[in-house]
Nanobody, 115 residues
Framework: QVQLVESGGGLVQAGGSLRLSCAASGSIFRLSTMGWYRRAPGKQRELVAVISNSGGTNYADSVEGRFTISRDNAKNSVYLLINSLKPGDTAGYYC?????????WGQGTQVTVSS
């Protein structure tokens, strides 16, 4: 059983920064495409950023230039650095590990941005 545990969320003022972390158990991490998603109250879940097992990245247009996803295969971890936070970034942020054979989710970490 694979577990994904997110951390690093919190309450921050607009313009601030946060670094979210996701630690994965199990041996599939380095084979997985890792992603960060978010879901704001009353809205659908959306993809924020994704990083392939070879390190290629892709971002949602709404976060391009402010968010940076990275991974450390030695630590079975993926990170999301969020700069210039906006109130619109307020959401639960969820870590995802997937391939053609599996799709795992973490429990999420809350990010709240005050204006």
């Amino acid at each position: 059983q694979v577990q994904l545990v997110e951390s690093g969320g919190g309450l921050v003022q607009a313009g601030g920064s946060l670094r979210l972390s996701c630690a994965a158990s199990g041996s599939i991490f380095r084979l997985s495409t890792m992603g960060w998603y978010r879901r704001a109250p009353g809205k659908q879940r959306e993809l924020v950023a994704v990083i392939s097992n070879s390190g290629g990245t892709n971002y949602a247009d709404s976060v391009e230039g402010r968010f940076t996803i990275s991974r450390d295969n030695a630590k079975n971890s993926v990170y999301l650095l969020i700069n210039s936070l906006k109130p619109g970034d307020t959401a639960g942020y969820y870590c995802n590990a997937q391939s053609g054979l599996w799709d795992y989710w973490g429990q999420g970490t809350q990010v709240t941005v005050s204006s």
